[in-house]
């Protein structure tokens, strides 16, 4: 039975993969190799005399190995092979990665995802700073890291898109230079918890405005008068009593020790 099996896989076909791994692959496989955009690229970078220009349009039907095949196949096309681009990571591989590559057409494709718009221009040679921040501000994340990293950057657009995130508000007024610190405020203090972290590490922050919006938990009213200097004991108090834990720690922690 066992010899039977080994016998078997002697004779049995062998897939393209497999024979081409194994060197046995000749200019007769063409036809094969073009049947999967994966087999043609290695087929081009791998067999004397392949037709570079065939496999390329059989490559050129997928983003990944469209790249690949520009930045490794001696005699690609670079500008073919650009336009089969589509998703904006590839867009900005093929400009970091393949010579020749034209700037404006990756980044136009870059541009469409807002965190490849950040690292495209912070990456890319010959980014246009203004094309790719109008692409980056469409994501908070994205816009601070701009704003953060990235040099010629305009800190009024960019502190536009990170407002509509509490999180990414606070970050900014916290790091960023020239930030507005109300304007990041009022993003911020729609949620508590940034409400606290935004007083407790952002110079110039409103304690009261802060406060307003951290004592609506209760675990935030007790954390808030006991970490943040000029916090109103009572009316913080009146947040933290609505959960007995955090009155018990109230009791315990600030109202004892002030």
């Not at 953060?148 to 606070?170: F, M, S, T």
């Amino acid at each position: 039975m066992l010899e039977a099996l080994i016998r078997d896989a002697k004779t049995a076909p062998k897939s393209f993969g497999y024979r081409l791994n194994n060197g046995l692959v000749t200019l007769e496989d063409q036809e094969e190799a073009l049947t999967d955009p994966k087999w043609a690229y290695y087929f081009a970078k791998h067999i004397a005399g392949a037709n570079i220009e065939v496999c390329q349009e059989a490559v050129i039907k997928d983003s990944y190995w469209a790249y690949r095949f520009a930045r490794d196949v001696k005699g690609a096309d670079i500008e073919v092979c650009q336009e089969a681009i589509k998703n904006s990571y590839w867009a900005y591989k093929f400009a970091r990665d393949v010579k020749g590559a034209s700037i404006e057409i990756c980044q136009e494709g870059a541009v469409k995802n807002p965190e490849w718009a950040y690292y495209f221009a912070k990456d890319i040679t010959g980014a246009d700073i203004e094309v790719c921040q109008e692409g980056a501000i469409k994501d908070s994340e994205s816009a601070y890291n701009f704003a953060k990293d990235i040099i010629g950057a305009d800190i009024e657009v960019c502190q536009e898109g990170v407002i509509k995130n509490p999180v990414w508000a606070y970050y900014f007024a916290r790091d960023i230079p020239g930030a507005n610190i109300e304007f990041c405020q009022e993003a911020a203090v729609k949620e508590p918890v940034w409400a606290y972290y935004f007083a407790k590490n952002v110079k110039g922050a409103d304690i009261e405005v802060c406060q307003e919006a951290a004592i609506k938990n209760p675990r935030l009213a007790y954390y808030f008068a006991r970490d943040i200097p000029g916090a109103d004991i009572e009316i913080c108090q009146g947040g933290a009593i609505k959960d007995p834990k955090w009155a018990y720690r109230f009791a315990r922690d600030v109202i004892h020790n002030t």
